[in-house]
C-alpha cells in the first residue's frame, strides 16, 4: 500500500512552489533557533518556514508516551528521536504530514498556532542536526574505484581483490563533521612531492572535495549482535549530503600500509536537513547487477539504490556566481546504504543513535559526472575550465563549493538544502 505521506496528490496549505525542496512529501528534520530565542529545538521544513516540533509537543500535538516522557524535540540534536525506533519515526511523520495537509483544519485554520509554531526559514539559525558519535565513509561507486585505481596502478589493476566482496571503508574522525556554511581552513602536515627527497611539512597543495551522500543510524544495535540485511531499513533514519573533504598530498603519502588519516580529518561537511527513509521511499531503482554475487549476508531482495540528482557548485573569488562541474547521481553505488550496514555490524560491531555512515565519493559513467577534482581534472593533468579563463585542477583558498541533491517526483521534488563550504588559507606553525 502506498505511503500517504509520499503521496504527490496531497498538498500544504502552505505555499509551496512544484520546484521547491521541502513539499510536504519530504519533511526532513534538521534542529534550529529562531530569531526571537537562543534555545535550539528539532524542526521540519516545509516550503519557505519550519515547523516547531518542540512547541507542538508542549500544545499536546503528540501524546505518545515516549514522546511526552523523553521530549525529543526540545533538544540541540535528533539523537533522542532517532533512538526511538521506527514506529516512532512513522507516528511522528503521519502526524505532521496532517497537520500540514491543505485539506485538514488543526493548524491550517489556528492562525494564533501558526504564528508559535511556523518560523521563516530564512531568518532561523541551523545547526549541525546530529550529535555524530562516531562516523564511517565508504568506497561504494565502482566508477570512482575505478578512475582512482586507474590513475595510481593501471586499468588492469583499478579494484583491489576484495572490492566486489565487501563494501570497503575506514573509520573517520566524527569530531571535525561540521555543519554546512563553515569555512574549511586549507589543513597542514606532512607531504612528499619529490620521491627522490624526504618529507616536507607544510599546507596542502592538492585540496579537494568529495562528493559523497550518508545516512544516520536508528535505534542501534547491541554489541555482538550484527543487524541481518533484511533489518537494515529499520536502522536507516534519514540522509543528507555529505563533502568529506580530502587533502590528497598528505593522504597519499601517509595511507600506507593503514589508509586515510590527516589526510581526510580535518573536516567533512554536512547538509543541515534529514531526509526520512520514508521520503526517499519513492525513489528506489535497480542497483548494479553484482557479480560474483556476494555472500550470503550481503544478499538483499528489492530494489534498494535511490534516484537523487547531485551536483557541485564552485566559484572563486573572481567570479560573480557560481558555476555547476558535476552533475551525478546516488544510484552510482555498487554496494547498497543496506549492505554497507549489515556488512559493517557484521563482525558484533554496535551503531548507536546518531551514527554516520558516507557513501564515499559518487561518480558516474561520463567525465562531467566525476565526484572528485582528483578526477574532474585527472591527478591535476587535465585542469577544468572556469568562466573568465579561469581553470583548477585543485582548491585554492578563497575557493567556494556548493554540494546540492534532489529526487524528482510526480508534480514535486525532494531535496537535500546544501552541504557547502569556503577555503580559508591554512596557518601552518
Not at 537562543?38 to 515547523?51: E, Y
Not at 561504494?140 to 595510481?152: I, L, P
Not at 572556469?386 to 514535486?412: C, M
Amino acid at each position: 500500500m502506498p505511503d500517504p505521506t509520499t503521496d504527490p496528490s496531497f498538498n500544504s496549505f502552505l505555499d509551496v512552489a512544484p520546484e521547491h525542496p521541502f513539499p510536504i512529501q519530504n519533511l526532513p528534520y534538521g534542529v534550529f533557533t529562531p530569531p526571537e530565542d537562543s534555545t535550539p529545538r528539532v524542526g521540519v521544513a516545509i516550503g519557505d518556514h519550519v515547523l516547531d516540533l518542540a512547541i507542538l509537543t508542549e500544545n499536546d500535538f503528540f501524546s505518545e508516551p515516549q514522546i511526552q516522557q523523553e521530549r525529543p524535540f526540545a533538544a540541540s540534536s535528533l539523537n533522542g528521536f532517532m533512538a526511538l525506533g521506527s514506529p516512532v519515526w512513522t507516528t511522528v511523520r503521519e502526524r505532521v504530514h496532517t497537520l500540514l495537509r491543505a485539506d485538514t483544519a488543526p493548524l491550517r485554520d489556528a492562525p494564533s498556532l501558526q504564528s508559535q509554531v511556523l518560523h521563516d526559514r530564512a531568518k532561523v539559525t541551523m545547526h549541525l542536526p546530529v550529535e555524530v558519535g562516531d562516523y564511517t565513509d565508504f568506497y561504494s561507486s565502482e566508477h570512482h574505484a575505478r578512475n582512482v585505481g586507474t590513475m595510481f596502478r593501471s586499468a588492469e589493476n583499478a579494484l583491489q581483490p576484495n572490492w566486489k566482496h565487501l563494501p570497503v571503508g575506514y573509520h573517520g574522525r566524527a569530531s571535525s563533521i561540521i555543519p554546512s556554511g563553515t569555512d574549511v581552513r586549507r589543513p597542514c602536515g606532512q607531504t612528499r612531492p619529490n620521491d627522490d627527497e624526504p618529507p616536507v611539512y607544510g599546507p596542502s597543495q592538492l585540496l579537494d572535495f568529495e562528493l559523497e551522500m550518508g545516512f544516520f543510524t536508528g535505534p542501534g544495535n547491541p554489541r555482538e549482535t550484527p543487524i541481518p540485511i533484511e533489518e537494515t531499513p529499520e536502522h536507516i533514519f534519514g540522509f543528507c549530503l555529505v563533502n568529506d573533504w580530502s587533502a590528497r598530498d598528505i593522504q597519499g603519502w601517509e595511507y600506507v600500509p593503514l589508509g586515510p588519516f590527516l589526510g581526510k580529518s580535518f573536516a567533512t561537511t554536512i547538509s543541515p536537513w534529514v531526509v526520512p527513509m520514508t521520503a526517499l521511499q519513492p525513489f528506489r531503482v535497480p542497483s548494479p547487477k553484482q557479480e560474483p554475487a556476494p555472500l550470503p549476508y550481503l544478499q538483499q531482495e528489492g530494489n534498494w539504490a535511490f534516484d537523487v540528482d547531485l551536483e557541485v557548485d564552485l566559484q572563486t573569488e573572481g567570479m560573480t556566481a557560481p558555476t555547476t562541474i558535476c552533475r551525478s547521481n546516488f544510484r552510482h553505488m555498487y554496494w547498497t546504504v543496506c549492505q554497507q550496514l549489515a556488512h559493517h555490524t557484521v563482525n558484533g560491531c554496535n551503531t548507536r543513535p546518531g551514527d554516520l555512515l558516507a557513501s564515499g565519493t559518487l561518480s558516474g559513467p561520463t567525465e562531467d559526472s566525476y565526484g572528485s577534482m582528483l578526477e574532474l581534472s585527472w591527478r591535476g593533468q587535465d585542469p577544468i575550465d572556469l568562466p573568465g579563463d579561469d581553470t583548477r585542477s585543485f582548491l585554492e583558498n578563497g575557493d567556494r563549493v556548493v554540494l546540492r541533491g534532489a529526487a524528482k517526483g510526480d508534480g514535486y521534488r525532494v531535496g537535500f538544502g546544501t552541504a557547502e563550504g569556503t577555503i580559508r588559507p591554512a596557518s601552518c606553525a
